[in-house]
Each structure stands twice: as structure tokens, then as C-alpha cells.
């Protein structure tokens, strides 16, 4: 079985699709109306993507706290710079062990986004 893509609903498709662009760093793969009031894009160039969903008559988006996307990045410090640059909040960063560290952005529909620099 191969894992294919990762489902967001999205309270504001242009706000998202900027946010995964500018600061995560995909690309659109693709991107089209599916029915009335509905837009979908996929992101990423690899085999797994991202899919984001927009309807605007689902303005009840949740996605919860228990849930993360992590990105893997070269350098923790240089991240938290640029995202700070962007004006985004960020947490302090995390090693669990001698191997990660991490630290955390929430996207604009509320889902954590971990970036990892493996070491």
C-alpha cells in the first residue's frame, strides 16, 4: 500500500496556498474547481502530496490539537529566523534526543506544522 496525500479543509485557499508556498516551500501541483463553490489544490513534487480543500459553505474548520505535518528542514535556527521575518509565532524549539530538533508554526486554519532538522 503507498500513502498518497494528506487532506486539510482550508477556511481561505489563497491564504493557505501562500503559507505553503512561502513558508513550507511546495509547489501546486495542481489546482481546479470541483463543483459549486468548491477548489482544490495539491501541493508537493514528490510522490506523497498535500491536498487542500476549500468549500465555502463549510465554515466550521477544525482541525484539532493532537495533529501535526512535519517538514524536514536543513537548520532549526535559520527556519525560526525566516519565520519570524514572516511575522509568524513559533515555539521554542525541542530535542528529544541528540538525532532531531524541532519547533512548531500553526498554519492558517489552525494545524501545527513541525519543521525537523535532523542532525
Same mark, same amino acid.
Given at each position: $500500500?503507498?500513502?498518497?496525500?494528506?487532506?486539510? @479543509?482550508? %477556511? /481561505? @485557499?489563497?491564504?493557505?496556498?501562500?503559507?505553503?508556498?512561502?513558508?513550507?516551500?511546495?509547489?501546486?501541483?495542481?489546482?481546479? %474547481?470541483?463543483?459549486?463553490?468548491?477548489?482544490?489544490?495539491?501541493?508537493?513534487? *514528490?510522490?506523497?502530496?498535500?491536498?487542500?480543500?476549500?468549500?465555502?459553505? /463549510?465554515? +466550521?474548520?477544525?482541525?484539532?490539537?493532537?495533529?501535526?505535518? +512535519?517538514?524536514?528542514?536543513?537548520?532549526?535556527?535559520? @527556519? @525560526?529566523?525566516? !519565520?519570524?521575518?514572516? *511575522?509568524?509565532?513559533?515555539?521554542?524549539?525541542?530535542?528529544?534526543?541528540?538525532?532531531? %530538533?524541532?519547533?512548531? !508554526?500553526?498554519?492558517?486554519? *489552525?494545524?501545527?506544522?513541525?519543521?525537523?532538522? /535532523? $542532525?
Amino acid at each position: $500500500m503507498k500513502f498518497c496525500w494528506s487532506t486539510l @479543509m482550508v %477556511k /481561505n @485557499m489563497e491564504e493557505s496556498l501562500k503559507f505553503y508556498q512561502e513558508i513550507v516551500g511546495l509547489t501546486v501541483d495542481k489546482r481546479f %474547481k470541483a463543483g459549486q463553490g468548491t477548489e482544490i489544490a495539491f501541493l508537493g513534487d *514528490g510522490e506523497t502530496k498535500i491536498e487542500l480543500i476549500y468549500n465555502e459553505n /463549510n465554515k +466550521g474548520i477544525d482541525v484539532g490539537q493532537d495533529i501535526s505535518w +512535519g517538514f524536514e528542514i536543513e537548520s532549526v535556527d535559520k @527556519m @525560526m529566523e525566516f !519565520v519570524n521575518s514572516k *511575522g509568524i509565532e513559533y515555539s521554542e524549539p525541542f530535542q528529544p534526543n541528540p538525532h532531531v %530538533k524541532f519547533f512548531y !508554526v500553526t498554519d492558517p486554519n *489552525g494545524l501545527k506544522i513541525q519543521f525537523v532538522e /535532523n $542532525m
